[in-house]
């Protein structure tokens, strides 16, 4: 059974900077893209960034790039989102996806698997 399971969401001001990460299990595919989605209120989700295993397909959307860096640790299955410089329009529910294959992909259909999502909130 794959699990993907998030943590390190919260309320923060803007400025400030917050992790999040996600550790998957349940399957044993060599190949695959650990991505972040967001979802604001009334609003579809979002590509965030992504990273295929070797690191080598990496891709940001341009409104976090420079503030956003995300990262893999294979030997854990876990991704990171380390988000600094937060905005009030980060704020959102942060979901953790899985595609099975070597290239990043910005549409969210594209993914096999999802985690329950983290809320992020940025006050202003």
């Known amino acids: 059974q794959v699990q993907l399971v998030e943590s390190g969401g919260g309320l923060v001001q803007a400025g400030d900077s917050l992790r999040v990460s996600c550790t998957a299990s349940?399957?044993?595919?060599?190949?695959?893209?650990m991505a972040w989605f967001r979802q604001a209120p009334g609003k579809e989700r979002d590509f965030v960034a992504g990273m295929s295993r070797g690191g080598g397909s990496t891709s940001y959307t341009d409104s976090v790039k420079g503030r956003f860096t995300i990262s893999r640790d294979n030997a854990k299955s876990t991704v990171y989102l380390q988000m600094n410089n937060l905005k009030p329009e980060d704020t959102a529910v942060y979901y953790c996806a899985v595609l099975f294959g070597p290239v990043v992909r910005s549409t969210w259909r594209s993914y096999n698997f999802w985690g329950q999502g983290t809320q992020v909130t940025v006050s202003s």
């Open positions: 349940g399957f044993t595919s060599s190949s695959y893209v």
